[in-house]
């Protein structure tokens, strides 16, 4: 059962030109463990979500057993079974109300009769070391936190893909856990099917894999045996991966005259063997040729391998290269909109007015002509920012239409049998005050892509430092209603992370970025449960920061410059609610 890639590449959901994998070709074998291995942001989640079948790729081929997982941009039903993927912090994706209903929905598309369905719930909380917490009605939030991580992993094992494709597995996992997760790859490794374990942990994997791959900004740096690339570990070097354990062991205990790299020791156990029967060695050796070493108090001298500056000492002078941040990688690209480029008071002050010229309005005219200026604002945001509008924007407009057609309903007397019949005009009332909200939530979004969230806040505090004259608290309000609107592209973006793991789940063979109606309850009670908990870590930096004191970002004003184009856009705002307001009288 090979999974092939040939000549794939793929490319940014927000920028087409922005690749984030180049010309990638790998096969891998049915029956072996391999780990894909690379700082931040070197493509191991993408890679992943390929192989998956949750993406498809912007070119090239992705085969399972030599057939395309991909046709006419729908991944193939049958292949897209044979593949489980699990995500990083699993224990996010849970939302029913018993454990079997739990498993009951990743193993639906399966079509498995009862006592099969049953089989596999009881085989994988076995593996997962979950068999004394499991009560098929117990509700999976009753589960501490380990535990619902671990019941996470199992709905997916529980499936029995042909192909396991793990993202950070024993992220955030006790020992226990991690342990037990161990127990099942080195089971399933001799049991049936292939994996692919993306990870930063090596030291813990790395003795069980059979092949590491190497990523470096979208393309392969190395490919080989872990033995291999220990013995050579440069290519970890310059991805910026780091050292395993086990090799800064070796070549500090090799700089001392103990060699056991060679023998490929990449396990704890291993590598403490290998150096007591190198220490047996050379004590042997001293005792035949050098008898006059022995110590005054009649212990051999031997080099001390205490030295911590040894033991860390770097290997080479790209070493230093292996703690390097993600930023500093990966610069952010500068944005070349004039929106992006516009003082925040300026956004704040387009904002507020067509707002308010959009509250002044009461007629349907009035409105088209609000949506205009709102419209154009959308005009050179970014592709993701376009994207993230519409994820946002389709289901609100969807209850919107759904809102104008219930209140033009009402109940009407026919002689004495009562029926249901419409009233347009009523409908059009209620058409009228829900457009007027889409508008607004329309501006919103658009300021919220446009600004970031410092500045936005920098912008709020300014214009709000005369209130500070008269001796009103306006720090707790300013961060208030700047994290309101950090709150609208965080919702687009949990959205787009949580249908993707319903899509996982349910096998759904639909374009990537859908949900199935059947789907929602998978993806609603999750999506809430991360926002509350955002609005709670939210909630924390607020009193971490101590509000009601002038703190830094509040304070931090002299940054701002408004230049010439922010005074043509001020001009320009005041003229529109001039227009909007004339329209209205």
Not at 420 to 441: K, P, Y
Request: with cysteine.
């Amino acid at each position: 059962m090979p999974l092939t890639l040939h000549n794939v590449s793929a490319a940014a959901p927000d920028d087409p030109s922005r690749r984030l994998l180049s010309d990638i070709n790998l096969t891998f074998e049915d029956g072996t463990v391999t780990l894909l291995v690379g700082r931040t942001g070197s493509g191991k989640s993408t890679l992943l979500h390929l192989l998956a079948g949750m993406r498809p790729p912007s070119s090239g081929d992705i085969r399972l057993d030599d057939e395309p997982l991909w046709l006419r941009n729908r991944v193939i039903q049958t292949l897209f079974l044979r593949l489980g993927l699990t995500f990083q912090f699993p224990e996010q994706q849970l939302f029913a109300r018993s454990l079997r209903q739990e498993f009951g929905y990743s193993l639906r598309p399966y079509g498995l009769t009862a006592m099969e369905k049953e089989r596999r719930i009881q085989s994988a909380c076995e593996d997962l070391g979950l068999g004394a917490a499991f009560d098929p009605d117990r509700s999976p939030f009753a589960l501490s936190g380990g535990q619902r991580r671990r019941l996470a992993l199992a709905t997916t094992i529980a499936t029995s893909p042909d192909w396991l494709l793990m993202d950070e597995p024993t992220a955030g996992l006790e020992s226990a856990a991690a342990k037990e997760l161990l127990r099942y790859v080195q089971a399933r490794k001799a049991a049936k099917g292939g994996m692919i374990i993306a990870t930063h942990d090596l030291d813990l994997f790395l003795p069980l894999a059979d092949r590491v791959i190497v990523l470096d900004r979208g393309t392969i740096a190395a490919d080989d045996t872990p033995a291999a690339l220990c013995g050579n570990p440069e290519p970890f070097v310059q991805a910026g991966v780091g050292l395993p354990s086990c090799v800064l062991l070796s070549h500090a205990l090799a700089r001392n005259g103990i060699a056991v790299m060679d023998e490929g020791k990449l396990s704890p156990g291993d590598l403490a063997d290998a150096i007591a029967e190198r220490l047996k060695e050379r004590r042997k050796v001293a005792v035949k040729s050098a008898p006059h070493a022995e110590h005054p108090d009649g212990k051999w001298q031997t080099e001390s391998l205490s030295d911590e500056s040894a033991l860390y000492a770097p290997l080479s002078p790209q070493s230093q290269a292996a703690g390097l941040s993600e930023e500093s990688a990966q610069p952010p690209a500068a944005a070349k909109s004039l929106w992006y480029r516009l003082d925040p008071r300026t956004k704040w002050l387009l904002y507020l007015l067509i707002v308010i010229g959009t509250m002044l309005q009461s007629s349907w005219l009035g409105l088209a002509c609000a949506a205009l200026p709102i419209a154009a604002a959308y005009i050179g945001l970014s592709r993701s920012a376009l994207l993230g509008a519409v994820k946002l924007l389709k289901p609100l407009a969807w209850f919107m239409l759904i809102s104008v057609g219930l209140a033009g309903l009402e109940w009407t007397a026919s002689g004495s049998f009562p029926f249901v019949g419409f009233s347009l005009e009523h409908s059009l009332t209620t058409g009228l005050n829900v457009f007027r909200l889409f508008l607004i939530t329309l501006a919103s979004y658009w300021f919220a892509a446009a600004t970031p969230y410092g500045r936005m806040v920098q912008g709020l505090a300014w214009g709000l430092g005369y209130a500070k004259r008269l001796k009103l608290r306006t720090d707790s309000f300013a961060l208030a209603v700047s994290l309101m609107f950090k709150f609208i592209p965080l919702i687009v973006r949990e959205w787009q992370r949580f249908s993707d793991i319903v899509r996982a789940r349910g096998k759904a063979a639909i374009r990537p970025g859908a949900v199935r109606g059947r789907d929602m309850p998978a993806l609603v009670v999750p999506l809430l449960l991360a926002l509350f908990h955002r609005a709670e870590e939210m909630t924390s930096a607020l009193e971490m920061k101590k509000i009601g004191r002038q703190n830094a970002l509040l304070g931090h004003t002299e940054s701002l410059r408004l230049t010439r184009a922010d005074g043509i856009a001020i001009v320009s705002s005041l003229l529109l609610l001039g227009g909007l307001a004339a329209l209205r009288s």
